[in-house]
């Protein structure tokens, strides 16, 4: 592991042990929530990955130190600090070597956290290819590092604001399995539906600990997306998100929003318009897939 990473205690002596660990992003604290609801989750988050048998693992880059875990002085300060840089894989060598403030995306937080040895982790829903992808070249590079680096995805499907049956399509070109948890749909973040059949089905935390091991043990490098559908009684109605989410493109394009700034924006324009629904949505399934993915780097521990 490179000297670059620096392991909270606890963290380390449960990856020394043998013992679950859950990685978790922490854009969702400096960009995808406003403060203090941002904090707040993110404490509830990593009590809920205790609650169900694993140790935390938020990674951050704080004055250019990649930890991997966070205390809670940590946690506020990367939640109430202006400026932080949202950092994906082109960002990260440069955010470290100018010891700047990093909140780590999808791909940045599986590249640390396979650095770490971490092989679970848990975020809201990934990135993937956005609408109009056939002229912008809009590609996130989550789905990149999904094709290459061996750790477990546990999100709610692909953020509903992209286009999910590309997304669905590309991952299936990177060789990147796609597994719902008890649902032949696969979810689309806000809603339980996309209209789109998920490619594979299983049912227990224990069934998707075998199906990992065993991908891995044939040496087929590379992440698995596991899909989980927000609970019920939370979800957003998927045709009435559809009509916020056009809006907030439109939106997007008047204003000429671009690249990073993108997703940012359409979650906060789309906030707005839902009176806040939405981000109490956005809450539940960050914890819904916490919950979830503790139970299977649990599982996964004891194979």
Same mark, same amino acid.
């Given at each position: 592991m490179t000297p670059r990473i620096h392991l909270h205690p606890e963290v380390a002596q449960q990856l020394q042990q043998g013992g679950p660990v859950v990685a978790l992003e922490s854009t969702i604290i400096a960009h995808g929530m406003p403060y203090p609801q941002n904090v707040q989750t993110a404490r509830e988050v990593e009590a809920i990955v205790r609650e169900n048998g694993?140790?935390?693992? #938020? &990674? *951050? @880059?704080l004055d250019g130190k990649i930890q991997v875990g966070l205390d809670q002085r940590q946690l506020e300060s990367l939640g109430n600090t202006p400026g932080v840089w949202k950092v994906s894989l082109r960002d990260l060598p440069f955010v470290v070597s100018e010891k700047l403030n990093g909140a780590t995306t999808v791909a940045a937080t599986m590249h &640390?956290?396979?650095?770490? !040895? @971490? %092989?679970v982790f848990v975020t809201g829903g990934i990135g993937g290819v956005h609408r109009g992808a056939e #002229? /912008? $070249?809009? @590609? /996130?590079?989550?789905? #990149?590092? $999904? !094709?290459r680096t061996s750790v477990a995805v546990v999100a709610a499907g692909v953020k509903s604001i992209l286009d999910i049956g590309l997304t669905l399509e590309y991952l299936e070109t990177l060789g990147v399995p796609v597994v719902t948890f008890g649902s032949e749909e696969f979810p689309s973040f806000y809603s339980r539906g996309s209209g789109f059949q998920s490619p594979l089905r299983l049912d227990s935390p224990d069934a998707i600990a075998r199906f990992l091991r065993a991908k891995w043990d044939l040496e087929l490098n590379g992440s698995a997306l596991i899909a989980n559908p927000i609970p019920s009684e939370q979800e957003f109605p998927f045709a009435?998100?559809? =009509?916020? @989410? %056009?809006?907030?493109?439109?939106? *997007?394009? %008047? =204003?000429?929003i671009r690249g990073k700034s993108t997703t940012p924006f359409l979650l906060k324009y789309i906030a707005d318009a839902t009176g806040g629904d939405s981000l109490a949505s956005n809450i539940a399934l960050v914890k819904n897939n916490a919950a979830l993915g503790a139970r299977i780097a649990t599982a996964f521990s004891s194979l």
């Open positions: 694993a140790v935390p693992a #938020t &990674i *951050a @880059i &640390i956290a396979h650095l770490a !040895g @971490i %092989r #002229t /912008s $070249m809009d @590609i /996130s590079a989550d789905l #990149t590092e $999904m !094709g009435e998100m559809e =009509q916020h @989410i %056009r809006a907030a493109l439109d939106a *997007a394009e %008047r =204003q000429s």
